[in-house]
């Protein structure tokens, strides 16, 4: 069992978590892992971020929470498979750094998985969540206002000339 100070509990922490966080995912099971703010606190024991200082002025405790959906089984199955991350993860809190909030992820075939595979890809998925990321390597959204390559260009000077040799002013 997980002690209390390890545990998230809040909506708006796996909120968060889930925006802003680095993903990795393995076959039975995905981690998000948002690493504890950077930067000078000012007044550094607020207690008004839950994320980033407790009331006593020291960084909170590594918090780590988990999602198990219907997906997965029934609510016996749920339970099992949340146990068994539980306990796979108390041992891991460790090599967390404190304020840091991760969030485990079990997909439907964890129900079946063997405790060693689930701890294999729970330690695999932390590391490479954990890795730091290159800016240059960040995927692309819809609001991307990338110039248009040549391919995507669709002006009427840019056709090809027609069969004839002349270029098409009809549009």
Not at 40 to 46: C, F, H, I, L, N
Not at 56 to 61: I, L, S, V, W
Not at 110 to 134: F, H, N
Request: charged share 25%.
């Amino acid at each position: 069992m997980l002690s209390p100070r390890n545990r998230m509990r809040h909506s708006t922490e796996f909120g968060s978590v889930m925006r802003s966080g680095q993903r990795a995912s393995r076959d039975d099971l995905g981690v998000v892992y948002l690493p504890p703010p950077s930067g000078d606190q000012g007044s550094g024991g607020t207690g008004k971020d839950p994320h980033s200082f407790s009331e006593g002025g020291t960084a909170d405790a590594p918090r780590v929470g988990f999602v198990v959906s219907k997906a997965v089984g029934g609510a016996v199955v749920r339970k099992g498979v949340q146990r068994r991350l539980r306990h796979l993860m108390r041992p891991r809190l460790a090599s967390l750094p404190d304020g840091s909030l991760l969030v485990v992820r079990a997909k439907p075939s964890a129900a079946v998985a063997r405790y060693e595979d689930l701890a294999a890809q729970l330690d695999s998925a932390i590391t490479a969540a954990m890795r730091p990321r290159g800016g240059s390597r960040r995927r692309r959204g819809r609001g991307d206002t990338r110039p248009p390559g040549p391919a995507q260009t669709q002006a009427t000077g840019d056709r090809p000339p027609s069969g004839d040799g002349e270029r098409r002013t009809d549009r």
